[in-house]
């Protein structure tokens, strides 16, 4: 089984490194000085589960890896709609795009049987801008319950959690995804294959969709967030809205806001990705998180005004960065 790792960032890296560990032919696309650093010492994995090194192949030209069974896609959304010219090289007739995405991943509609089946989410899939380039029927979703860091180029901090949970958009149990999920349990990763990975989605993004905003416009690690009575309160409610719009979709996401409140706390004095990307001056992911659930609001008649809020601030942060970038 070949592997690439395309956009081997912080979960990117740390998946391309377990795998490589397991034996599979793993194949890093990264750049600058962490693809500098990688290619000199490999990618060094510091974690409570033990510290490890592994020294898989990487590149920034995906042509000199060629064709390969499963693409890892471990870029920000964001970087999805202009993916397709790195992608292509990587592909043969049955190559599946695992998308370790936070947030409404771009193939949410496919295959969902029901009022909304095959509708595309504008603030996710802009002009079919990411359906163009990585195609439906390559589609595997990953919901990540891992939460990790670029320490410094090359070294990939791994705070907790080890669960990436995948499924196919029509919910069948196929060859590929069991061949992957072998592959990263041999890993030492847990990897399940899911029937109904929406229901995954939506209790993630129960977490990303408050957590990950508040974070950045009060740049408070989670556990901080929790501490705060106010900002409890706002998670809790932003949570609520979110659940709604779930149902709205067809889709209960079966937790209490208290019981994942409290596994989003477990993560402690983590910074959330969104925050670790403002630090760094880089786009906010938000539309897959916000800006996509505010959609679906419209699209459904949910009352969403705390998210709509949220969404509205945390816009204009973003907005403010992309211009100073
Ligand atoms: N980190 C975490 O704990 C978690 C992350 N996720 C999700 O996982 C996904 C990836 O996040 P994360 O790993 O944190 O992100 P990172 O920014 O750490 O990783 C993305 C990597 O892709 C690289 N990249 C971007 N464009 C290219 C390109 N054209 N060629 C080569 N490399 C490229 C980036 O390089 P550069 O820095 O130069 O742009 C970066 O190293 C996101 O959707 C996120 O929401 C989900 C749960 C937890
Ligand atoms: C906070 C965490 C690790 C889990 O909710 C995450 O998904 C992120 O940082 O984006």
């Known amino acids: ?21 397991a034996g599979v032919e793993v194949h890093l696309i990264a750049r600058g000085p962490h693809l500098e650093a990688i290619r000199k010492s490999g990618v060094m994995v510091l974690s ?23 693409v890892f896609l471990g870029l920000k959304a964001n970087h999805y709609a202009a993916s397709g010219p790195m992608i292509k090289p990587l592909l043969h007739e049955a190559t599946s795009v695992i998308a370790a995405q936070n947030g409404i991943p771009w193939w949410y509609f496919h295959g969902l049987k029901g009022p909304y089946e095959g509708y595309r989410i504008e603030s996710v899939d802009p002009g079919g801008t990411v359906t163009a380039a990585l195609p ?8 990540v319950y891992a939460a990790t860091e670029i320490e410094r180029p ?12 995948i499924g196919e958009p029509s919910g069948e149990p196929t060859a590929r995804c069991a061949e992957f999920s072998e592959a990263m349990v041999a890993g030492g990763l847990k990897c399940p294959v899911e029937t109904d990975l929406r229901r ?24 901080g967030i929790c501490r705060h009575d106010g900002a409890r309160e706002l998670v809790r409610s932003m949570m609520t809205e979110t659940v709604d719009v779930a149902r709205r979709v067809g889709c209960d996401p079966g937790i209490s806001i208290e019981r994942r409140l409290r596994g989003a706390e477990k993560a402690g ?20 998180l916000l ?3 505010v959609e679906l609001a419209d699209l459904t008649g ?17 907005e403010n960065l992309v211009r100073a970038v």
């Not at 439906?136 to 979703?141: D, I, M, Q, S, T």
Request: glycine share 8%.
């Open 200 to 223: 995954d989605v939506w209790i993630k993004l129960m977490g990303n969709i408050a957590f990950n905003p508040i974070s950045a416009l009060a740049r408070a690690t989670m556990a």
């Open 291 to 293: 800006a996509a659930v």
């Open 1 to 21: 089984m070949k592997v690439a790792v395309l956009g081997a960032g912080a979960i990117g890296a740390y998946v391309g490194a377990a795998l490589h560990r």
């Open 48 to 70: 409570p589960r033990g510290d490890f090194v592994a020294h898989p192949h990487a590149t920034d030209d995906p042509s000199e890896v060629g064709p390969v069974d499963h």
């Open 269 to 288: 004095e983590h910074k959330t990705s969104t925050l670790q990307d403002l630090e760094k001056g880089k786009p906010l992911e938000l539309d897959v």
């Open 302 to 318: 949910a009352d969403v005004p705390t998210l709509r809020a949220i969404h509205a601030v945390s816009d204009l942060l973003n």
């Open 136 to 143: 439906l029927h390559r589609a595997v979703g990953c919901v």
């Open 154 to 165: 090359g070294v990939i901090r791994h705070y907790e959690g080890t669960r990436f949970s």
